[in-house]
């Protein structure tokens, strides 16, 4: 996909890595605060260049299985950040399952289809309503279908599913012998309430070390699941694919777990200081949007988005991303993964630049 | 694949990432020397967490392209070792011609066939002779392929391809309009003369940091091409299942490049001299095998293959890998990248191993 065509931007990886000269970027979800000072020690270990076991080093497993009921050490592979756990899970799916359908929640983020397609199954989609799964929709559509993938708290919604809905899709799919993939990278940023673990042999759990621990550039994920099939699978392709995920990254995110638990509860209260600055004040701007109650987005409203995300950028350097590339056309997705001086600074560009615009809101 | 089966040890990752119990490993190839200490000071900056460019560091590739003729920072792109540079062609054919032939040299690294398999491509043999290809049986397979992988020095059989052929499949494919994916990680370690670098906006040449500066569990490789289409198909792909390459690798890549090239000769000189070591060791011993000339590799035959790596393994606790496992079944391959003490007691235990079993070499 061109990142930029006929002038326009037409995709998020345009503005990946993009920063400084005074932009301000509402774009990438990648957390601002500095990851714990104690991954830092005694990095020159040769151990630590040498080859690793492929489904991850034992220790970093071993404190995985004790966050996780009744887990043991082989229910998980350690990958290259999420995005690699989701591939080596849609590939498993295909070895095992051959060309089958996996049901999209809509809107998105923004690789999950391309993600399924490149595996070399089919995505179909079942429409969110007010950023949340309609459970009576999610039941017509999930029976035609082999997996299910769901986020929550989702990005770019920055909604966290309701309990009843997600016990029902835990049970549902669990009859139907369907597959759950639930990505939780952001789990522990819920604002709002407790995170819910949907369990069962059914369930591929996707996580990473990025968001909790501000360590996105590392590329440290995991996938946990139950089902020996599907780990045996992921393992051997990512023995052709990939090898060991780095070492390094590896023993960084073991020592992150070990951090007292105040680490996170300190970054969830600033993320949620956040939250209820940019939700408040896009209010007070007239926006139309849904409280996030966990992850750091938000994904208001507006006409002309693809217009209106360039025009940002081009004109007022600000990066925001256009809800299109998420499925939601019509809306445009702010991260305020970033300081309130910032955040101030970039919404007041962005009123400017809505001037004489009320009726695009 | 499961890694033991009926009590047959029938895959590599069943040794990979085993040591110590007084295990002799001439399994992995991965080199025990150190990485140069260069790379470990100041790693705490704050910018190596965070998410880099998709398709790489722009310093690292300003520093890659200093080492072609006439490259520019575009024609790279950084992965997660040359295993994901190789998986990335070739989903990247797939995505550009659709489920095409890759030609591929028997014996051959292990993952080849399954890392062209998994992205939807078939691949198709050609035998080497002597542990090079015969350039007569080449040019007639070529024929029928859209690209073709070549990987000189060769793992596993250790052997250079002689300039002729290199400059004949350099011709031959460019007449043909078909990719030649050169894997060339091994071009810094070759004892009988300088690399041959093939050329052409045909060739998609795989590389990685691994084996040159013994940073094996850092995951970083990269992917060096002309053709612009590639480069890009193979971005989108990464982005959507992978994201940056670890950022603190690529650093350490970076700082690897810079220290002085003495440092390669002097790791060359060394694995030169256990070259000679293990060659003599093994004819004297009535092996047959080739010498190698460039990796760190021998292919010497051996009746019942399977076998011996089983025994070697659970009775002498010595790692040899299964010929068959590369497509040479009546081999096996030693990886001579220990030191020369551990080397002299693992060749007494294959030689206490093969006593009155003369009629297997």
Redesign the interface.
């Given at each position: 996909?061109?990142r930029i065509a006929d002038g326009k931007i037409t995709s998020p990886?345009f503005f990946?890595?993009l920063d400084g000269n005074g932009i301000i970027s509402f774009g990438?979800g990648?957390p601002d605060l500095?990851?714990p000072?104690e991954i830092?020690k005694h990095?020159?270990n040769?151990r630590?260049?040498?080859?690793?076991?492929?489904q991850g080093d034992e220790k970093l497993r071993q404190a995985l299985a004790n966050e996780y009921p009744n887990a043991r050490i082989e229910n998980f592979v350690i990958t290259?950040?999420a995005?690699?756990a989701?591939?080596l899970v849609f590939?498993a799916i295909y070895q095992i399952h051959g060309r089958v359908k996996v049901l999209l929640c809509r809107p998105y983020y923004y690789?999950y289809p391309?993600?399924v397609r490149?595996a070399?199954l089919e995505p179909v989609y079942v429409n969110l309503v007010e950023g949340r799964i309609d459970p009576r929709d999610f039941e017509k559509k999930v029976h035609d279908v082999k997996a299910v993938l769901i986020n929550s708290p989702s990005n770019p919604t920055g909604r966290v599913e309701i309990l009843s809905t997600l016990r029902l899709i835990e049970k549902i799919t669990e009859k139907l012998g369907i597959y759950v993939i639930s990505d939780e990278v952001y789990k522990d940023l819920i604002y709002e309430r407790e995170n819910y673990l949907i369990k069962g042999k059914h369930v591929l759990t996707v996580n990473s070390f990025s968001k909790t621990y501000?360590?996105?550039?590392?590329?440290?994920g995991y996938l946990y699941a139950r089902n020996p099939k599907i780990i045996?699978a992921a393992?051997?392709?990512k023995?052709?694919?990939?090898?060991?995920?780095?070492?390094?990254?590896q023993e960084m995110a073991l020592r992150a777990m070990q951090v007292p638990k105040s680490f996170t509860t300190r970054q969830t209260a600033i993320w949620k200081k956040r939250r209820d600055f940019i939700y408040n004040e896009l209010k007070t701007m007239g926006f139309d949007l849904w409280k996030p109650e966990g992850a750091f987005y938000v994904l208001p409203k507006i006409k002309h988005s693809q217009r209106v995300v360039n025009e940002l950028f081009f004109k007022h350097k600000v990066i925001a991303y256009d809800g299109a590339w998420f499925g939601a056309p019509g809306r445009i997705r702010l991260s305020y993964a970033l300081e309130l001086a910032q955040m101030k600074e970039g919404l007041a560009r962005i009123r400017q630049y809505l001037q004489g615009k009320d009726s695009w809101l």
């Open positions: 996909m061109p990886s990946i890595g990438s990648q500095p990851p000072k830092f990095l020159e040769q630590l260049f040498k080859y690793g076991l492929i290259n950040g995005s690699e989701l591939d590939r690789s391309s993600i490149l070399g501000s360590m996105c550039g590392l590329r440290v045996s393992t051997d392709i023995m052709d694919t990939s090898m060991n995920t780095n070492i390094l990254g």
